[in-house]
């Protein structure tokens, strides 16, 4: 089966850099996804990994240590919109189902 | 990015109707398609695969005779929550997936508020 755990809830102020961490327990993986999700929206893509390593997009970078069963979203340059849920999740090899967090509340404050 | 639409957007219902929710590819066709639930502050639980010309399967405590699912096309699949109750009140998200070789293979739609009375 699947595991995944994500922080409930995160606060951080306008202009700092936040740390959104995930540790996933899973029988087959096949990459990891962060999503965005605003109040009452659809979840919007953020970034992927598969292999081991950094990806960097913009603001936001995604890391992934699959020995380590583990991933984390960094923001850096944090503004009051990226106040939102995000997501990981985990896709499973074969199925292609995504899997889903718990999800972390993440609030910027001015 | 590839567009996925889901019409109503939201729907109020009395207790024990049945209500109706169509997702939509509109620029891919899409051979599979997956139905999720939300409840307030919680994460999308999968509820079931659709697949286009065959049944859908759905996640262990899904009940398949209450929520009904149909992929009659490559851009079409139907959720139909029958005899719908108050605990049934959700955001029902559905996603479609992209043939393979995409990295980001599965788009959102933008979900289905039900609330039912």
């Known amino acids: 089966g699947q595991n995944i755990d994500q922080p409930t809830e995160m606060t951080a102020t306008e202009g700092a850099i936040v740390q959104i961490n995930c540790t996933y327990q899973?029988?087959?993986?096949?990459?990891l996804f962060w999503y965005q999700q605003h109040a009452g929206e659809a979840p919007t893509f953020l970034s992927y990994?598969?292999?081991?390593g950094l990806e960097e997009k913009g603001r936001f970078s995604s890391f992934l240590s699959r020995s380590k069963g583990y991933s984390y979203l960094l923001l850096k340059e944090l503004q009051m919109k990226d106040s939102a849920s995000y997501l990981c999740a985990v896709r499973d090899r074969g199925t292609d189902k995504l899997i889903f967090g718990t999800g972390t509340r993440l609030q910027v404050f001015p | 990015g590839a567009v996925v639409s889901q019409h109503p957007s939201r729907v109020i219902c009395k207790s024990g109707t049945s209500v109706k929710i169509e997702c939509r590819s509109l620029?891919?066709?899409?051979?599979?398609m997956f139905w999720y639930r939300q409840f307030p502050k919680q994460s999308l639980m999968l509820m079931a695969t659709?697949?286009?010309?065959?049944?859908?399967?759905?996640e262990q405590g899904v009940e398949k005779d209450k929520f009904l699912i149909n992929h009659a096309s490559l851009t079409l699949s139907t959720l139909t929550v029958t005899s719908a109750h108050p605990e049934d009140s959700s955001f029902y998200i559905c996603?479609?997936?992209?043939?393979?070789?995409?990295?980001?293979?599965?788009?959102f739609g933008p979900g289905t508020r039900l609330l039912v009375l």
């Open positions: 996603s479609a997936r992209l043939p393979r070789g995409g990295l980001e293979t599965q788009y």
């Open positions: 620029d891919f066709q899409a051979t599979t």
């Open positions: 990994n598969v292999l081991d």
């Open positions: 899973t029988s087959g993986f096949n990459g």
């Open positions: 659709s697949n286009e010309g065959s049944k859908a399967t759905y």
